[in-house]
């Protein structure tokens, strides 16, 4: 029974993590896409206060963090509460002694 559930969260593990990573992948294009978007609506004097490399970095570390928060990480959260719960069940049906 123990190698049947390590076998299905070993799959979930993996299908999860790609699900949750390309997910993350696609938000982080459209805010890359949106992010640019709203810097073309600039005046040009804006332009004169904030350099481009500020902006190219700027957006690189957001969409970064955001693609990890909602990508990896997600999958992270939802396996750790889905499999605590799984494994105190599992425990108390295999032995409740």
């Known amino acids: 029974i123990f190698a049947s559930l ?9 299908v999860s993590f790609l699900a ?3 997910v993350g992948d696609r ?6 896409h949106r992010f640019f978007d709203q ?12 350099s481009s490399a500020e902006m190219s970095t700027r957006l690189t570390n ?3 963090d955001f693609r990890q928060g ?3 990480k997600l999958a ?11 494994g105190f069940v599992v ?7």
């Open 70 to 72: 909602v990508g990896e």
């Open 27 to 32: 938000l982080a294009l459209g805010l890359k």
């Open 91 to 97: 425990a108390f049906i295999h032995d409740w002694r």
């Open 39 to 50: 810097l073309l609506k600039k005046d040009v004097g804006w332009y004169d206060l904030h």
């Open 76 to 86: 992270q959260l939802i396996m750790g509460l889905t499999m605590s719960p799984a």
């Open 6 to 14: 390590a076998a299905v969260a070993f799959l979930s593990s993996g």
């Open 62 to 64: 957001d969409t970064y």
């Open 20 to 22: 949750f990573s390309y």
